[in-house]
């Protein structure tokens, strides 16, 4: 594994690189809210990545660099995430299909960019379709922000997540794994989800150049 820190108008983001021998594609993954870049989903879509020839990229936002627990206002998190994305393909990843995606909040962060950052799919682990509800206030679902993305999506869910799950879409598989929130209960369940995906994605971006 190799560091890389990258300056964004924001403050240092930093990236985690896992590359692969002969890479077929790029995965660039971000962390959710309270976590970081170790988070256990994360590590088995690295796993599952790496075995399908492709390199990845985990990123850790500019607030956890700086030491600070509540995540940035979410248009300061697309800036950090599309800096940080095109500085690694400036050179690291290079012109490799890329695909992007996180776990929780950085699965909104990366719904919300896809076009901006050129990938050719979107991996959502653990997506947080409605946050639960306080005060008696009605909730507000995110299902917009996964409804605009027009790539090929997987969603990796939680069949007891509190957030709910989102519904298959046009472009969107939904995959429900044992297991809330923190998609902990079953890491080999979201590996076999995430790995033949990635490896078709990746396989139909070849044959389309």
């Known amino acids: 594994m190799t560091t890389l820190e990258i300056e964004t108008l924001h403050g240092p983001a930093r990236a985690y690189l896992h590359p692969s021998e002969e890479p077929r594609g790029a995965l660039v993954l971000g962390h959710g809210a309270a976590g970081g870049v170790e988070a256990p989903d994360l590590v088995a879509a690295t796993r599952a990545a790496r075995s399908e020839g492709v390199s990845v990229a985990l990123v850790e936002q500019a607030y956890r660099v700086a030491g600070r627990r509540s995540p940035a206002r979410a248009n300061q998190l ?3 995430w ?8 400036e050179d690291e990843l290079g012109d490799l299909p890329l695909i992007v995606g996180g776990r929780s909040l950085g699965a909104r962060v990366a719904c919300r960019t896809a076009e901006t950052t050129g990938a050719i799919a979107v991996l959502c682990l653990a997506f947080p379709l409605e ?5 008696g206030k009605p909730s507000q679902s995110r299902l917009p922000e996964l ?5 090929p999506t997987l969603v990796v869910q939680g069949e007891r997540d509190s957030f709910g799950i989102p519904p298959p879409g046009p472009s969107r598989e939904v995959v429900k794994v044992p297991g809330d929130h923190g998609l902990k209960a079953d890491l080999d369940a979201v590996a076999a989800a995430v790995q033949p995906w990635l490896a078709r994605v990746v396989a139909e971006s070849a044959a389309a150049r």
């Open 78 to 80: 697309d800036a950090v």
């Open 82 to 89: 599309t800096t940080a994305v095109g500085r690694l393909r």
């Open 131 to 135: 946050p639960p509800r306080r005060g």
């Open 147 to 151: 409804d605009a993305v027009s790539l």
